[in-house]
């Protein structure tokens, strides 16, 4: 009897003890809504919107998270599920007659297609000048490459309008995530339709910024890496440390490997110029160089022997995260930008949400994913 009610104590206890501290769905839009800026409307909509693709794709609910994500939204649209970008119809318009040149088709014959009437009734050539937004050109591009012969032609069934949504998401990715991983909502169109939405372009914005592991201590290099493209932090440090050792001038854009060039680029001729040291040849090097877009570069011998050299050299370990040196070159751009403004400037903007609810940033990432 005495056992039992050992037992029975033990048990009671266990019952009385603390509740598990796991969020419910409500209680993880709740927070999420208490960081969103005060003016926001339909704050509800954005926090579900945000907390679906974060519990989908199982990344932490933490403040610093919720202001990384609220961070880059901010930066990229201002809270706009289909921002409209100034002077579309410009850009626009330059891009048709890039591809016309490129094809060296007429002007005449390109005047003559967009004079044929839409689907909506507005010749194609109305509906490019109305269109505001990235959505409304989108729309305009994807019909005619589906109705119009010179549209495939131009297009090659490539539609120029490569980003959309509340955070500019490339639409490649979204496209290629949505292969590799199931996407948590129906799709009534296409992927690249869904990513002009506020559901679709968070989910998509929210699993390139955080769905992927990286070994990187400071949200800075995700914010660069959001800019410039998953490990360019990581390979700009490679590239830093294969600049110190040859004495060669680098780039540090984070593109390891110039694919589709018959030369080498300045990246493979300078770990050339090492392969006594690193005890590897041409062919080693190049193979390594190509897991550059992937978590598993950090395991090939080229980078472990650069780095144990860079490391040795210096005396202590060098940087193994440097954000890229990239000029921002697109046709909405109408100033000098760089990869490093777009990473500084959602830094500041993370503290800003952090200070809303009076929390200070974290120094180092949170324990995902290594």
């Known amino acids: 009897m005495r056992r039992i009610a ?5 048990v009671l206890a266990g019952c009385a003890g603390p509740r598990s501290t796991q969020m419910t769905a409500s209680e993880g839009r709740a927070l999420i809504a208490s960081y969103l800026p005060a003016s926001l409307a339909d704050k509800e909509g954005w926090a579900a919107d945000i907390y679906t693709p974060m519990a989908v794709l199982e990344i932490p609910l933490t403040p610093d998270n919720i202001c990384a994500i609220l961070s880059v ?114 799709v009534v169109e296409s992927v690249r339709d869904e990513v002009f939405t506020r559901r679709g372009g968070m989910y998509f914005g929210i699993a390139h910024l955080l769905d992927y592991p990286a070994s990187y ?28 050792m040859t004495g060669r001038k680098i780039t540090l854009d984070g593109d390891l490997v110039l694919f589709g060039q018959s030369h080498a680029g300045e990246t493979a001729t300078a770990a050339r110029s090492l392969a006594g040291e690193l005890g590897m040849d041409a062919a080693q090097i190049r193979r390594d160089l190509e897991q550059g877009k992937n978590r598993e570069f950090e395991q090939t011998a080229l980078y472990r022997k650069v780095f144990e050299l860079a490391d040795r050299r210096g005396g202590k370990p060098v940087a193994r995260a440097v954000v890229p040196t990239i000029d921002l070159q697109s046709a909405k751009i109408t100033r000098p930008l760089t990869t490093a403004w777009f990473a500084d400037r959602v830094v500041a903007r993370h503290r800003q949400c952090l200070a809303r609810q009076g929390k200070v940033a974290e120094t180092g990432m949170p324990p995902f994913p290594s």
Not at 218 to 242: C, M, P
């Open 73 to 186: 939204t901010e930066q990229e649209s201002g809270f706009k599920a289909d921002p409209p970008v100034p002077n579309l119809g410009k850009i626009a318009w330059a891009e048709i007659q890039k591809r016309r040149e490129k094809a060296g088709i007429p002007e005449m014959v390109v005047e003559a297609a967009l004079g044929v009437r839409s689907k909506t009734g507005a010749t194609y050539r109305e509906r490019i000048e109305s269109a505001k937004t990235e959505r409304q050109l989108s729309d305009v591009f994807e019909e005619m490459i589906d109705r119009v012969p010179l549209g495939r032609t131009f297009f090659a069934d490539q539609n120029p309008v490569r980003t959309g949504g509340p955070m500019q998401v490339s639409v490649a990715f979204a496209v290629a995530h949505a292969k590799a991983k199931r996407y948590p909502y129906q």
């Open 6 to 10: 050992i037992l029975l104590v033990l």
């Open 217 to 244: 201590d400071r949200y800075l290099y995700r914010y660069a890496d959001y800019n410039a493209g998953h490990y360019a932090s990581r390979n700009a440090a490679f590239q830093q440390a294969l600049a110190t």
